[in-house]
Structures are given as structure tokens and as C-alpha cells.
């Protein structure tokens, strides 16, 4: 083997290391901040097909619908309540009058030696991540394939050129 090939293995394993060490991890991070935004705007989770969220409540304990008025005393029988109008139309897991302090804006990824965590600063998103303490499971992170076949795609990119 000439010194030139040599020299042009040597150059490309370094480019090869950077690419392992610095870009990788960084088409993780992009990844997996896009499909957790991605399950936020499907309203379900994206695991070899979209498994939707449950709707929000909307009646009582005794099956009553809360988002209507049941009898005359406002002159407005069968129209929405204050609580009613506010939901019509509301993303699920999106809170009313929060502004962009949202539990879908929260997720923040840091990058560590060969690895990324994604976290958050909401302590009640493990309840409805995991569907805790009587709340319906509405996931939005964890393993998915969907996501796996994503980051192998970028990857692949990254290597082809």
C-alpha cells in the first residue's frame, strides 16, 4: 500500500470519528425534538402506525355533558357553557389560556457523551406520558420505530455524502 492511500484512510476515518462523534448526536437531538412535536400535532403517538390520544372528559361523574347548558335559567338551553366554549376545538394536552407555556414547548434534549436525553421541566408529564393517578395514557415519548427508521434515514444521509 502506497503512503498515499495511506493518507487518504487515515483522512477518512478522522472525518468518519467526527461524523460518529459531533454530527451524529446532533441528528438524535434534531430527531427526536421533531417526532415528539410530530405526536403533539397528530394528538397520539407514532409507533408503526398513530395510536390516537383518548378524547377530552366532557361529562361528570353521573354522565352529565359539561360543556352545555342542561337547563333554561341563562335563556340559553343547549348552548355552550364558559367551560365548553373554551374546549371546542382545543388540541388535547394543550392548556387554555397558557400561552406558550405549554407542555409540548417544554422538551429540551442535551447531548452527553455519545448520548441524548430528552426531558422537561413539567412534573405532570410522566402522568399523562404514563397514564398515572386515574389519567388516560396519552403518549408522547418513548420507543418507536417510526422514530428509529427517521434518525436511520438521517444517518444513512449523512454517510452517503
Given amino acids: 500500500m502506497s503512503n498515499n492511500n495511506?493518507?487518504?484512510?487515515?483522512?477518512?476515518?478522522?472525518?468518519?470519528?467526527?461524523?460518529?462523534?459531533?454530527?451524529?448526536?446532533?441528528?438524535?437531538?434534531?430527531?427526536?425534538?421533531?417526532?415528539?412535536q410530530k405526536n403533539?400535532?397528530?394528538?397520539?403517538?407514532?409507533?408503526e402506525g398513530l395510536q390516537k390520544w383518548q378524547p377530552r372528559k366532557t361529562t361528570d361523574t353521573r354522565g352529565r355533558d359539561l360543556t352545555r347548558y342542561r337547563s333554561d335559567r341563562v335563556g340559553k338551553k343547549g348552548t355552550f357553557t364558559p367551560f365548553g366554549k373554551r374546549n371546542q376545538g382545543r388540541a388535547i394536552l394543550t392548556g387554555y389560556n397558557s400561552g406558550g407555556n405549554k407542555l409540548r414547548h417544554s422538551f429540551r434534549a442535551r447531548m452527553e457523551k455519545m448520548q441524548v436525553t430528552f426531558y422537561t421541566h413539567k412534573e405532570y408529564a410522566l402522568r399523562h406520558n404514563e397514564g398515572l393517578k386515574g389519567m388516560p395514557k396519552r403518549q408522547f415519548i418513548g420507543n418507536s420505530k417510526t422514530l428509529f427508521n427517521n434518525i436511520k434515514k438521517e444517518i444513512d444521509r449523512l454517510f452517503i455524502n
Avoid at 476515518?13 to 415528539?36: H, M, N, Q
Wanted: aromatic share 8%; hydrophobic share 40%; proline share 3%.
Fill in 6 to 36: 495511506l493518507q487518504e484512510l487515515r483522512k477518512k476515518l478522522e472525518s468518519l470519528a467526527r461524523l460518529v462523534k459531533e454530527d451524529i448526536p446532533i441528528v438524535l437531538k434534531t430527531e427526536g425534538l421533531k417526532f415528539i
Fill in 40 to 47: 403533539f400535532q397528530d394528538e397520539g403517538f407514532n409507533d
